[in-house]
């Protein structure tokens, strides 16, 4: 049974950069005494009248009383040297993203500090077995993993390395949870849990810009206002950077001895060589110049209301479509369930995407007007759907197909007749991923969908999705994407094979 440290006990950061700084301000305003120290000459006094002012911001807005505020300000302290952190109970370095330099602090804090303090670092992608190594007790040593910014986000990482005794990374556990984080436990592999996790949110983005789908604008209106995700992918990597994101990406194909589902983009690797690397450089999917406006999605105009709509079954999306009809008070039937037909209207014959193309789809079926819609965390709120049309489709059964969508208020952008279309590949791929870390023992199935919500904002755990889609289905999308493609990247994760042979989910 392991328990929090004591607020009497000192904690130490080691750098004081932003996320330094940040971590030293959730310490201290947890109660603990802090002692700062950066190498930079002044920085640690500088970061410290940084939180200071934090601290007032929070008193001002009522958030945290003038008392508590001037307390948590009091407790922390600059230091110039590591033989001033020989007290502390808890060391968490938040320096350089290199093993060598994170090796040599580590040993030089071992030589100071005493038998009992806990070693952390706050990397994101480094091995906390391979930090481990070179110390004389790696077993005190484990991840802290803080995100950006660390006052803000609730989610913290605890990375046990291969010698990380159970107990210390169970204390920090406690000790995060005490901080008001939500802390989650995973195992030291390549990515940890989130960033291993969200590669496939921009993977089958770039692969669907690759392959023509749509252009950027599209995609990303596509993923926020059908998929619910805060930020689309491309947006999403202009703001995080062109050159982090990428390394990231390659860290983790390299650290899997490059395995195809981490594949890098040849396409971001040209924006990280010609030097656009999103907002901060002024320019990366989209330009960030002054003046400069973002691209509007690619949306079907109007078309004329179909006169017969027939809806059959009671799925998700079936279920979500009459309810918008009728508050529209556009006529329409309903009938039973056929197969995996959604609706008709007109000559079309409408079907949520399953991994196949349209036109795949069509020739399987025998249905020369197929149009296929993807896929949304709930179809009743979704603004936006993306649809792909099948090559023998005449025009006006797919304008039918469109129009009905248009009848129930969806924006519909019609893209390139792409495999499992952008929202449904995506969150296939997630809980994929998802699936894979917890079948490899990284962490369980409620913190990578704790891990997936907190650390970047996804409006649902991949899990949690997939028990939504339902696991059979979600299996279908990733066979039917590993037979059009032909690669191992698409191979389904063996833990969802097991539950849906065992008719079971994630819950």
Known sequence: MTQALSQLAVVGVIGAGAMGA?????AAQGGHPVKLLDNRPG?????????RAQFEKMAAKGKLSPELASAAGARLQAVDQVSELADAALVVEAIVENLQVKQTLFKELEAVVSGG???????????????????????RLAGLHFFNPAPLMALVEVVSGLATAPEVAGTLYDTALAWGKTPVHAKSTPGFIVNRVARPYYAEALRVL?????????LDACCREAGGFRMGPFELMDMIGHDVNFAVTSSVWRAFFNDPRFLPSLIQQDLVDAGFLGKKSGRGFYSYEEGASKPPPATVPALARPHAIVLYGQSAAARAIALRLQANGVAFTQAQAKGDTLATAGDATLRVTDGRTATRCAFDTQTPNTVLIDLALDYSKATRLAVSVAARCDDAAANSAIGLLQAADF?????????????????????????????????????????????VNYPCGPLAWANSLGLAQLSTVLGHLAQTYGEDRYRTSPLIQHHVFAAKDFS
């Open 411 to 455: 924006a519909v952008s019609q893209l390139q007749d792409i495999p499992g279309l952008i929202v449904m590949r995506t969150v296939a791929m997630l809980a994929n991923e998802a699936a894979d870390a917890v079948n490899q023992g990284v962490c369980d199935a409620a913190a990578v969908d704790t891990a997936m919500r907190l650390g």
């Open 22 to 26: 940040g971590i030293a301000q959730v």
């Open 117 to 139: 303090c806990i070693l952390a670092s706050n990397t994101s992608s480094i091995s906390i077995t391979a930090i481990g190594a070179a110390l004389a007790s790696p077993q």
């Open 210 to 218: 690759t392959e023509g789908g749509a252009d950027c604008a599209t």
């Open 43 to 51: 920085a640690a006094a500088q970061a410290i009248a940084g939180i």
